[in-house]
């Protein structure tokens, strides 16, 4: 149900995280572990140096989410804003937050059957590269009726009999970045892209912003691919007005449990697929020469046989 309406500072979700992983400490060895080190991150304890690099840490993710824009930035450097693209997967719904494992594995796979169908079928998606992050969201059941239009049928497709009627749902999606070659566009992309994951508005694929540099385009979507806002926007049908309402403190905790199993940080919820490599020709000695005359073949030499004597044909 509703319960923590209008935006919460960071600091003020991190302390509710911080008593979830306290009081849960007694009975689970994983929210024990990631409270402690919460604690000790860029503490004495640690010679003021080290960190603890969990996604549950706004001053570690921050420095993440930076270290990941400098790996887009200087992989993508000298790419035009005309072949790049904003992608938004919507992968499904599960009850089990830990469920959402399985759900990104199999995104991984068939993203990547989806960009080696394609290019079977044409060297024009032999450039392409995608590089998406998973990111969550979150709802109650029970508020399901205050969703917007589009997220009450997305979770519908997803859930068409509902078991129960309340309850957390989490929503896995993937949000990054589509690079394309020439001959492709946007429009061809999410076509693409829509008969491998069709429904209602799940995938969208907008072009960067033709007024901001590359590199704005890319802090821009790579920011809004990791952000860790842990907010629902509920809907208003009658003013029109989008409430962003905070996560529960019970679903801060197991969310960010089950993220702190996972311990290379945002590269493990990153899924990144480059071009393909172009094999390089063999290059082979012509039996013609520049006048297109046949070339006189040269005389084998057999040496050091066990005639001890040299051949010649």
């Not at 929210?31 to 860029?42: F, N, P, T, V, Y």
């Not at 508005?201 to 842990?230: M, S």
Request: charged share 30%; with cysteine; net charge positive.
């Amino acid at each position: 149900m509703l319960r923590h309406q209008n935006s919460v500072p960071h600091r003020h979700r991190f302390k509710r995280l911080r008593s979830a992983l306290r009081a849960a400490s007694s009975h689970s060895s994983l929210a024990l572990a990631l409270e402690s080190r919460l604690q000790k991150c860029g503490g004495p304890e640690w010679g003021n140096r080290f960190t603890c690099r969990k996604h549950a840490c706004p001053a570690c993710r921050d420095r993440s989410i930076a270290a990941e824009r400098r790996k887009a930035e200087r992989h993508f450097a000298g790419a035009q804003n005309t072949e790049m693209a904003l992608l938004t997967v919507i992968l499904g719904t599960v009850r089990d937050v830990k469920d959402i494992a399985d759900v990104m594995s199999k995104a991984r796979k068939d993203l990547r059957n989806l960009i080696d169908a394609e290019r079977r079928r044409s060297r024009l998606w032999d450039p392409v590269e995608v590089m998406v992050w998973l990111e969550t969201d979150a709802c109650d059941l029970a508020d399901y009726a205050r969703l917007g239009p589009d997220k009450q049928i997305q979770v519908a497709e997803f859930m068409p009999v509902f078991a129960q009627t309340e309850g957390v749902v989490w929503i896995p999606s993937l949000h990054g970045i589509v690079r394309f070659g020439p001959g492709l566009d946007a429009v061809r992309v999410r076509a693409a892209f829509e008969r491998k994951w069709p429904g209602h508005k799940r995938v969208d694929v907008e072009p960067f912003w033709a007024d901001q540099t590359l590199n704005q385009n890319l802090g821009r979507i790579i920011n809004y691919a990791c952000k860790h806002t842990c907010t629902t926007d509920y809907y208003d049908a009658e003013t029109g007005e989008i409430t962003p309402c905070e996560w529960e403190t019970s679903w801060l905790k197991d969310y960010y449990t089950w993220l702190s199993e996972w311990s290379r940080g945002f590269q493990a919820t990153r899924i990144f697929l480059r071009a393909k490599k172009q094999k390089r020709k063999k290059r082979t000695a012509s039996r013609f020469d520049e006048n297109n005359n046949d070339i006189e073949p040269l005389p084998f030499v057999y040496g050091n046989s066990i005639f001890h004597r040299d051949y010649y044909y």
